[in-house]
């Protein structure tokens, strides 16, 4: 049986998972989850954002999924939104990838370009 502390300890790390999800003003983070997204190991990606946003305890940040995004072979692909600067599409990601992406992206705003689409073309 719980204690009441660690029930309370669950919810709290539970709420800060759904707030992650929850559409709100501020950087957006889009993992692509379609078969092939979720073939190529999307899943794992997803969770690793959403683990590394929480620890770090970013405000302004949502993680979210959709479906496809339209480029099959590079996946799984990540979209970053921030409000007045374009979008960021990093490819092949992988859960290593991410605490990189969150530091300089997210915290610091230096996009990782050899992560991103524009790096795989070349």
Same mark, same amino acid.
Not at 2 to 14: D, F, G, Q, V, Y
Not at 87 to 98: A, G, L, R, S
């Given at each position: 049986?719980?204690?009441?502390? !660690?029930?309370?300890? @669950?919810? !709290? ?13 501020? @950087?957006? +983070? #889009?993992?692509?989850?379609? $078969?092939?997204? @979720? ?7 997803? /969770?690793?954002? $959403? !683990?590394? =946003? ?7 940040? *949502? ?12 996946? %799984? =692909? #990540?979209? #970053?939104?921030? %409000? ?9 990601? *992988?859960?290593?990838? +991410? ?10 705003? /230096? +996009?990782? $370009? !050899?992560? *991103? @689409? ?5």
């Amino acid at each position: 049986m719980k204690s009441l502390a !660690e029930l309370k300890a @669950i919810k !709290e790390k539970n709420k800060m998972g759904v707030m992650l999800r929850e559409e709100q003003d501020g @950087i957006r +983070v #889009v993992v692509g989850m379609a $078969t092939c997204g @979720i073939a190529a190991g999307a899943r794992p990606v997803l /969770n690793a954002f $959403t !683990e590394e =946003v929480a620890k770090r305890r970013l405000e302004g940040v *949502t993680v979210a999924q959709t479906g496809c995004i339209g480029i099959c072979q590079y996946e %799984p =692909v #990540v979209e #970053v939104y921030a %409000p007045g600067k374009e979008k960021v599409t990093y490819v092949k990601m *992988t859960p290593e990838k +991410v605490a990189r992406v969150v530091a300089d992206h997210l915290v610091n705003g /230096n +996009v990782v $370009t !050899e992560y *991103t @689409i524009g790096a795989m073309q070349k």
